[in-house]
């Protein structure tokens, strides 16, 4: 099953709280998990990635929490500012040795000021 | 300034009207792929290259040709388009990452209306 879900397809949140967006997988053989940051009209950019052996990874504010025997991975936005909103993708990808990913569906996340 | 480039950035054809899609990057990356993006259904993979004259299949190749003859090109072909391939274009490029993977650098995008 190449499929990622991903949840909630939108969410909003107050400044300063925090925001949380979920994704499941069934193929064991991904091995790289990033997320993804999109702004209307430009391309999406890297925001944040962890590999299946680490169980979380922090950067600034963004921290990836990962779940190997769940086969779930979340994004945790704290201090949730204005600037966050924007369109966020997880992402897999799948088979070593090849350049295949597969993304979620999207979380479009409003931050009231 | 490093970049992934698309031309055009805009486009309306009709259906069966051959047509491509330029990508070009100037970061020497070995790695190079194209998505389509519809509401609801996020990014989806279309074809990716991971060197010069190496592509393969990604989750939606139907309708779509690629070519990889040289390393900062990647050009998307819509031999026969067709009102299913309405969507908006991404070409994405990156080195080739370590064991913990790579970070893909998006282009602007292409805005393809088939009539």
């Known amino acids: 099953q190449q499929q990622v879900k991903q949840s909630p397809q939108s969410l909003i949140v107050q400044k300063g709280g925090i925001s949380i967006i979920n994704c499941a997988y069934e193929?064991?053989?991904?091995?790289?998990f990033p997320w993804y940051q999109q702004f209307p009209g430009k391309g999406p950019a890297l925001l944040i990635a962890i590999r299946p052996d680490v169980s979380e990874k922090k950067e600034g504010r963004f921290t990836i929490s990962f779940n190997k025997s769940a086969k779930q991975f979340s994004l945790h936005i704290m201090d949730s500012q204005p600037g966050d909103s924007a369109t966020y993708f997880c992402?897999?990808?799948?088979?070593?040795?090849?350049?295949?990913?597969?993304f979620g569906t999207g979380t479009r996340l409003k931050v009231l000021a | 300034e490093a970049q992934v480039t698309q031309n055009p950035r805009y486009l309306i054809t009709v259906t069966g009207k051959k047509l491509t899609v330029t990508c070009s990057q100037n970061?020497?990356?070995?790695?190079m792929s194209w998505y389509r993006q519809d509401p609801g259904l996020g990014l989806r993979q279309i074809y990716y290259?991971?060197?010069?004259?190496?592509?393969d299949k990604g989750d939606v190749p139907e309708g779509y040709k690629v070519s990889r003859k040289e390393k900062r090109n990647f050009p998307l072909i819509l031999e026969s388009p067709s009102p299913n391939q309405t969507s908006l274009y991404f070409c994405?490029?990156?080195?080739?990452?370590?064991?913990?993977?790579?970070?893909?650098?998006f282009g602007p995008g292409t805005r393809l209306l088939v009539l």
């Open positions: 290259s991971m060197n010069v004259e190496v592509t």
């Open positions: 992402a897999a990808r799948g088979v070593r040795g090849t350049y295949k990913y597969i």
């Open positions: 970061m020497n990356h070995e790695y």
């Open positions: 994405a490029s990156s080195n080739k990452g370590p064991v913990g993977g790579e970070t893909q650098y």
């Open positions: 193929n064991t053989a991904f091995d790289y």
